[in-house]
Nanobody, 124 residues
Framework: QVQLVESGGGVVQPGSSLRLSCTAS????????MGWFRQAPGKEREFVTS????????YYAPSVQGRFTISRDNAKSTVYLQMNSLRPADTAVYYC?????????????????WGQGTQVTVSS
């Protein structure tokens, strides 16, 4: 049984940083592209960032480019999302996802497994 478990969300002030973690089990982690998505109330789930199986390719949404960094540790079956200079518009539930398309696709439909999500709230 595949499980993706996110952690690290919370309530922070604008300009702050957070690091999200997502640990996978039940799959050969190094064979999967990994992505982070987010969903704000009343909005569709949107792409944030993704990485290929070996981290050679990384992709970012324009809204987070330069502020967020994705990384992965295949030995720990964990993917991270470092979020800096957080803004109120970053408030959402953040989901990690695993895709058999190992290149790290950007579309929701390409992901096979999803975590339960972790809430990030940016507010003064």
């Amino acid at each position: 049984q595949v499980q993706l478990v996110e952690s690290g969300g919370g309530v922070v002030q604008p300009g702050s940083s957070l690091r999200l973690s997502c640990t996978a089990s039940g799959l050969t982690f190094s064979n999967y592209g990994m992505g982070w998505f987010r969903q704000a109330p009343g909005k569709e789930r949107e792409f944030v960032t993704s990485t290929s199986w070996g981290s050679s390719a990384k992709y970012y949404a324009p809204s987070v480019q330069g502020r967020f960094t994705i990384s992965r540790d295949n030995a720990k079956s964990t993917v991270y999302l470092q979020m800096n200079s957080l803004r109120p518009a970053d408030t959402a539930v953040y989901y990690c996802a695993a895709s058999a398309a190992a290149g790290g696709p950007k579309d929701v439909q390409s992901y096979d497994y999803w975590g339960q999500g972790t809430q990030v709230t940016v507010s003064s």
